[in-house]
């Protein structure tokens, strides 16, 4: 199995802060890495796709980088209701895995 | 739009199995090019992908859980369900389920879950 890593696994911030989250692939997964946002009490959210690609509907100020191994989410200028807990997952092999998470909270 | 929605029964006895169908609306599950998946997430901890499944019935299952898992469809009610045998205390989660859509296999809609307890 493709073991992932997140870091931080949490991280406080203030509104209109820059905010980037590091995901680590235990081996190479080309851009088959994928981004998913969760609040309290809800399902995950799909941000990004295959690295940078933006879901539809997504704000621009997500934006995902990276390849192979190590891939990064960065949001722009944080917003209150961008406080969440971020998740990464490979889908280039199955059993596909998440990160273990990272959650944004207010400073 | 498409909507995913998890029933089931939300409590289980050990040993038993858990049965949760997915029934999708706003679009049909015979689309070719989606698969649909179960995620699950025990309180408090991440997410663990179970299984996906196509219209046409091909499953691939995450190896630790395949000697009890079953996913099934049924094309005539837009359904698609997960069973889990031999089930204990560490299979208490919040279930869902969603869909992968093209290429990319990222899970792009989802249910909202629904609450299993595993518990006599």
């Known amino acids: 199995d493709i073991q992932m890593t997140q870091s931080p696994s949490s991280l406080s911030a203030s509104v209109e802060d820059r905010v980037t989250i590091t995901c680590r692939a235990s081996q190479s997964i080309s851009s088959h890495l994928n981004w998913y946002q969760q609040k309290p009490g809800k399902a995950p959210k799909l941000l990004i796709y295959?690295?940078?690609r933006l879901q539809s509907g997504v704000p621009s100020r997500f934006s995902g980088s990276g390849s192979g191994t190590d891939f990064t989410l960065t949001i722009s200028s944080l917003q209150p209701e961008d406080f969440a807990t971020y998740y990464c997952?490979?889908?280039?092999?199955?059993?596909?895995?998440f990160g273990p998470g990272t959650k944004v909270d207010l400073k | 739009q498409l909507q995913l929605q998890e029933s089931g029964p939300g409590l289980v006895k050990p040993s038993e199995t858990l049965s949760l169908t997915c029934t999708v609306s706003g679009g049909s599950i015979s689309n070719s090019n989606s698969y649909w998946g179960w995620i699950r997430q025990p309180p408090g901890k991440g997410l663990e992908w179970i299984g996906n499944?196509?219209?046409?019935?091909?499953?691939y299952y995450n190896p630790s859980l395949k000697s009890r898992v079953t996913i099934s469809v049924d094309t005539s009610k837009n359904q698609f369900s997960l069973r889990l045998s031999s089930v204990t205390a560490a299979d208490t989660a919040v279930y869902y389920c969603?869909?992968?859509?093209?290429?990319?296999?990222?899970?792009?809609?989802w249910g909202q879950g629904t609450l299993v307890t595993v518990s006599s």
């Open positions: 499944i196509y219209y046409s019935g091909s499953t």
């Open positions: 295959a690295t940078f």
């Open positions: 969603a869909r992968t859509f093209g290429d990319s296999d990222s899970f792009d809609s």
């Open positions: 997952q490979q889908s280039y092999s199955s059993p596909f895995t």
